[in-house]
T-cell receptor, first 116, second 114 residues
């Protein structure tokens, strides 16, 4: 299968600061990337979908001004949590799909965000 | 709205035992169903993907079945090993709406005791 990486794997920040998380497709071109959030003992919830070169589509209830998504190239998407608060502490997972692998979705290893 | 339920929420078995994990979904108009493994603090690893026209898929000691009409899928793990300990998630992609509409279950946390 294809490989998706995320950086950083863990981040701790102070309340009010911004944090950027990177998602990269290492060996394929990702036409679409997805950002999920997973709270403890809950299922993955899709936050937004981004297509390379266009604006992200956010799910209902997700603030687009708070969670900035950029998908500037076919191998990189970034999620910036702006003015983070403790309630933003969660596990953020990205996934990517391209045309090379029958459109299958591949997941990154996740980023644990802790806001103090 | 699609709902995906996984039972049991947690399961503990001795090494070597065969086991079955269950996934049920409320809307049978699906495109495919996928089983994932998630280790603590890690992302998802795809195990098996079953298209809506298929009844089952096999990979090594894993076998996943799909009964669309009854809204059920099972993941069978043969001869379980301690390395199988993880949380197993099932995810259902609807016939319409694409990956944006994939619904995940909460998962079954499996512990295989040596």
């Amino acid at each position: 299968g294809a490989v998706v990486s995320q950086h950083p794997s863990r981040v701790i920040c102070k309340s009010g600061t911004s944090v950027k998380i990177e998602c990269r497709s290492l060996d394929f071109q990702a036409t679409t990337m997805f950002w999920y959030r997973q709270f403890p003992k809950q299922s993955l919830m899709l936050m937004a979908t981004s297509n390379e070169g266009s604006k992200a589509t956010y799910e209902q209830g997700v603030e687009k001004d708070k969670f900035l998504i950029n998908h500037a190239s076919l191998t990189l998407s970034t999620l910036t949590v702006t003015s983070a608060h403790p309630e933003d502490s969660s596990f953020y997972i990205c996934s990517a799909r391209g045309t090379d692998h029958y459109n299958e979705q591949f997941f990154g290893p996740g980023t644990r965000l802790t806001v103090l | 709205k699609q709902e995906v339920t996984q039972i049991p929420a947690a399961l503990s078995v001795p090494e070597g035992e065969n086991l079955v994990l269950n996934c049920s979904f409320t809307d049978s108009a699906i495109y495919n169903l996928q089983w994932f493994r998630q280790d603590p603090g890690k992302g998802l690893t795809s195990l098996l993907l079953i298209q809506s026209s298929q009844r089952e898929q096999t990979s090594g000691r894993l076998n996943a079945s799909l009964d669309k009409s009854s809204g059920r899928s099972t993941l069978y793990i043969a001869a379980s090993q301690p390395g199988d300990s993880a949380t197993y998630l099932c995810a259902v992609r609807p016939r319409s709406g694409g990956y944006q509409k994939v619904t995940f279950g909460i998962g079954t946390k499996l512990q295989v005791i040596p």
